[in-house]
């Protein structure tokens, strides 16, 4: 793994211990991520800025107590990683909305209703949803989550 480390304020003894407290809080990780720490001593504290590989690990900033620099990069990376996007973080019923947008299908050309849970600012993706009265396969717009873990259904609209 490429790790950079910055350190700074603090006296040149303390900053090898400070550098292996650091790559200690990144073994676990996998061999091919890409990360950067600074570490700057403030007062009797580290204000740390980490930067990773993917956009919910790019600058993070925490303020770690002097003892235990290891730890709270540990947790800071953990809880920034559950923050992702991926559909096992999307609340199936819930904290979202349900959403039914309506189409006409392509096959049919009858009125149908796509029923799906959105979280706010969801992106969308195009997914494949049958027909409720041909099956004619369409093509619509629906929440990446749902989407991901075929959560949604069809209807026919009234
Ligand atoms: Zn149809």
Redesign the pocket.
């Known amino acids: 793994m490429s790790l950079k480390i910055m350190i700074a304020g603090c006296a040149k003894e303390e900053k090898d211990a400070v550098g292996s407290s650091v790559k200690k809080a990144f073994t676990d990780r996998p061999q091919d991520e890409p990360w950067s720490v600074s570490v700057v001593k403030v007062a009797n504290q580290w204000s740390v800025e980490i930067n990773g590989p993917e956009a919910r690990y790019k600058g993070l900033s925490i303020v770690a107590p002097l003892g235990d620099l290891t730890g709270s990069l540990k947790n800071a990376i953990a809880s920034a990683g559950k923050h992702s996007p991926k559909p096992a973080a999307a609340t199936p019923n819930g904290n979202g909305d349900e959403k039914k947008d309506r189409h006409d ?1 392509e ?2 050309s ?1 009125p149908f209703e796509v029923i799906y849970t959105s979280l706010p600012g969801e992106r969308q993706e195009v997914c494949p949803v049958a ?1 409720p ?2 099956w ?1 396969v369409n093509h619509v717009p629906i929440a990446e989550g749902a989407g991901a873990t075929g959560d949604y259904r069809a209807q026919a609209a009234s």
Do not use: K
């Open positions: 299908c096959g049919c009858a027909c009265q041909c004619h």
